[in-house]
């Protein structure tokens, strides 16, 4: 019996890290709740038991029932009958699945049915299931949502709908339309507040909208009327299930994650209710909502680079060439064991991010019951910035690595990579959204600029290079101090230029160059506890992340200010008369 927990031991290793005994501790205020549930954890290790009980009953389900069906709902997917859009029988059959097994809304309080999970071993859970099926984590991972309405809704509407994503109900975050994508300032949809009734209705399009025919929606809409900023934008709650106003027009084809409907939605006169306070619609909510989503995407890119690397290392060691198993060609293993290593670096960066953002989120709760000590919101502030930073970074890098590793996927299975008989052709096409939905690597290089420039990036890697490692390992380490030399000298470089045009063109490259730096050092230190688990990774990427970082210096030295021209209007077309 396939488990994928128990199959990736690096997952147990993760939820053993030091800073989980003060996320445990914050998470569950001295244990109180054990009083009145009986399935609350009594101490620290009760609670990493009860987190393992959950995510082997995960590895159990992905590996026994979602990875069997993924290949079979790839090929029909979700179909539209009177706008409405209804699921794959079979994916029908895993959310059931999951809501039995009590794996909806577990990182909601108990209160309203949940587990109290912290976002570290929910994101575990992510992860599996990514490897598994990718679509299945996009209708999965949306029970994130709730999190937000538990956040900035009000009690009633807390009450009335996070037990019913407790019991299985699905969500959707309906936020683009054709004219707002990156730019989500730009959303249209308009919201109009009925006096009489005391009642907001929404009309208008939405599009791209994972999982749109969902039972509980959260919309982004335009609340005041004359604006086009993201100030004018607040928002609603809508609750599909019990309310008339909203079709599905029409669901995409798509290239990949074909089992979970994208759709095209029309509201009509919708019923709505305002979510959090007027105005604060993007600034704040869909700001903490998209944090969410993205390290979901973050945990999907993983498991897809997981589920990659195993269907080209299993393909390697059978298929036989020349009288051997390719896995015996140099040039066969050199793809392997960079892709082992770009999976891995990814890993201890998504879970090193996870821990930050679950830190201060759980302080945030702690606030909401008591003040927070000076010392506690000090805390506080650390880890967010550090979430902040972190998120973007991952988002970006550990996707576009994902879409080079399900290449070198296909690339290690030959002519059989490129057919529909094999995993792997579906995990080329399911990667390719990783890198683009949830802002796009570009946006995120945008959200993640400011936190080179400004040193804070270097500032962490300086505090990781303090911690001790044992011996062996120097020799890495000293290694790696070359990255940090490099990676802040061309931040350097480019923030001394003045030129803001310079900054945005060189900008991907400087977060490539920080990437490989954090990645590497997060590496080292995982390989120091668990070297059965990262040595070797660690030894493969730091040479990979040390030429990246010569090319990506001598790029930026080959490009300055007089050569920014040569990149500008590429191609003019001739007009033909
Ligand atoms: C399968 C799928 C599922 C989706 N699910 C959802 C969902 O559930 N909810 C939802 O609300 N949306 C969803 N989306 C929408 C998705 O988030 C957007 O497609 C994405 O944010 C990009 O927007 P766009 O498609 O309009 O591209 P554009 O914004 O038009 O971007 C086009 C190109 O321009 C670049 N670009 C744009 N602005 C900048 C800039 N400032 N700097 C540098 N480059 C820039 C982009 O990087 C990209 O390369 C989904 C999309 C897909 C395809």
Request: hydrophobic letters at 35%.
């Amino acid at each position: 019996m396939a488990n994928f927990y128990k199959d990736t031991p690096q997952l147990a290793y993760h939820l053993r890290h030091p800073l989980m005994k003060r996320i445990v501790e914050l998470k569950e205020r001295n244990y109180q709740e054990a009083k009145e549930f009986d399935y609350a954890p009594q101490n620290f290790d009760d609670a990493i038991d009860s987190y393992e009980a959950v995510l082997d009953i995960v590895g159990d389900l992905c590996g026994n029932q979602l990875a069997p069906n993924a290949q079979d709902i790839d090929k029909i997917g979700p179909t539209l009958k009177e706008g409405r859009a209804f699921y794959d029988p079979l994916t029908a059959k895993n959310l059931e699945a999951v809501t039995q097994a009590g794996l909806t809304g577990i990182a909601l309080p108990r209160q309203y049915g949940g587990l109290n999970f912290p976002i570290t071993p929910y994101i575990m859970a992510a992860d599996m299931i990514s490897r598994s099926d990718a679509s299945f984590e996009n209708l999965w991972g949306l029970q994130s949502c709730a999190t937000i309405l538990y956040e900035y809704g009000n009690d009633d509407q807390r009450q009335r709908f996070l037990p019913r994503v407790c019991q299985g109900e699905t969500m959707s975050m309906d936020l683009t339309e054709p004219d707002a994508g990156s730019d989500l300032q730009s959303v249209m949809l308009k919201a109009t507040y009925n006096k009489e009734e005391d009642a907001w209705y929404l009309d208008g399009v939405k599009r791209f909208i994972t999982n749109g025919d969902s039972q509980i929606h959260l919309v982004l809409a335009r609340t005041e009327e004359g604006t086009k900023d993201a100030r004018g934008l607040s928002m609603f709650v809508f609750d599909a299930k019990n309310n008339p106003g909203l079709s599905v027009r029409r669901i995409e084809n798509k290239m990949g994650i074909k089992g979970v409907p994208t759709c095209e939605l029309v509201f009509t006169h919708a019923k709505a209710e305002l979510c959090g306070q007027r105005r604060f619609g993007l600034i704040k909510y869909v700001m903490a909502l998209m944090n969410d989503a993205r390290l979901g995407i973050m945990s999907q890119a993983v498991g897809i680079s997981e589920a990659a690397y195993r269907e080209a290392y299993n393909y390697a060691i059978e298929r036989k060439q020349f009288g051997k198993t390719i896995d015996n060609f140099p040039a066969v293993y050199d793809m392997l064991a960079i892709m082992r290593a770009k999976t891995d670096a990814t890993r201890v960066h998504l879970y090193e991010t996870s821990r930050y953002v679950d830190v201060y989120r759980a302080l945030d709760e702690v606030a909401r019951h008591r003040k927070l000590t000076p010392e506690e919101r000090e805390e506080q502030k650390h880890y967010s910035r550090l979430a902040d930073a972190f998120t973007p970074l991952g988002k970006g890098i550990s996707t576009e690595y994902a879409n080079q590793n399900v290449y070198d996927c296909v690339q290690i299975h030959g002519g059989s990579g490129y057919m529909k008989d094999y995993p792997c052709e579906r995990l080329y096409r399911d990667a390719r959204i990783t890198n683009i939905y949830e802002g796009t690597t570009q946006l995120q290089v945008v959200a993640a600029i400011r936190y080179a420039t400004s040193g804070l990036y270097f500032d962490v890697v300086r505090e990781y290079r303090k911690r001790e490692v044992k011996s062996e390992l120097n020799p890495l380490k000293e290694k790696m101090a070359i990255l940090l030399e490099k990676a802040e000298a061309i931040s350097k470089k480019l923030h001394d230029s003045e030129n803001q045009d310079l900054l945005d063109f060189h900008a991907r490259k400087l977060i490539e160059a920080v990437a490989h730096t954090v990645f590497s050092h997060l590496l080292l230190l995982a390989a120091n506890e668990a070297p059965e688990h990262y040595l070797q990774s660690c030894k493969v990427y730091l040479r990979y992340a040390l030429a990246e970082m010569a090319k990506i210096e001598a790029f930026v030295n080959l490009v300055g200010e007089s050569e920014l021209e040569d990149y500008r209007n590429t191609q003019t077309f001739p007009t033909v008369e």
